[in-house]
């Protein structure tokens, strides 16, 4: 297998979970910040332009953050990152999909893309103030599920590896207090030996 990704990007929660799985796997940066998704040599595996990209070893291209989690979680059953039961699968997706779609593409999308909402830049402060209320209420979501638990389903699964980079993201990059019950699981996170590799490998630890 192959991973697309960018440092400190979503794809860090994925790059987190091939870690916990243990299989080997390659690792290639895309550099965002200066349009290595839109050249050529990556479009033509996504055209998408987006990381995560994961590479099978059948040659077939996985797009999209939930669906890679799901294929990697069932694909390797023995890393115990699959929920059990239909309940506990659709639980791990509410939560995955809550992550991605809501704080991530509304709430941190307006913070650091403003101008994707609003064409004046005017309007920017009043589009990033938006985004911070939609991120800062969902990590409230989340807070409230991890109450007397240390894992959103009670055991790990991939639905924690995505509020982990919405973690870091709040509490890394954008140096805001996270939640009372999202902050322990955040350093739960960062003390597993997977994310610790991660984090070294791709330049934040």
């Not at 192959?2 to 440092?7: A, D, H, Q």
């Not at 332009?49 to 099978?56: A, G, N």
Request: aromatic share 12%.
């Amino acid at each position: 297998m192959k991973l697309y990704y960018s440092p400190g990007a979503c794809s860090i929660g994925i790059h987190v979970l091939l870690e916990e799985i243990g299989t080997p796997y390659e690792a290639e940066a895309v550099n965002l910040r200066e349009g290595g998704q839109f050249q050529p040599a990556f479009t033509a595996i996504n055209p998408k332009s987006k990381v995560p990209t994961l590479v099978r070893d059948d040659g077939s291209v996985l797009t999209e953050y939930p669906a890679i989690a799901v294929w990697l979680a069932g694909t390797f059953p023995e890393a115990k990152l699959l929920p059990q039961g239909a309940d506990g699968l659709a639980r791990a997706l509410e939560f995955t999909d809550y992550a991605v779609a809501t704080l991530h593409m509304q709430g941190f999308s307006r913070i650091f893309r403003p101008a994707n909402f609003a064409p004046s830049e005017a309007d920017h402060p009043a589009v990033k103030a938006r985004g911070e209320e939609i991120f800062s209420k969902g990590l409230g979501v989340f807070d409230k599920a991890l109450e007397g638990k240390d894992w959103l389903l009670g055991d790990f699964s991939f639905a924690d590896s995505a509020l982990f980079y919405l973690s870091f993201w709040w509490g890394d990059r954008l140096k805001k207090p996270l939640p009372a019950n999202v902050a322990k699981h955040y350093e739960r996170m960062k003390a597993r030996p997977s994310v610790q590799r991660v984090l070294k490998a791709e330049g934040l630890a």
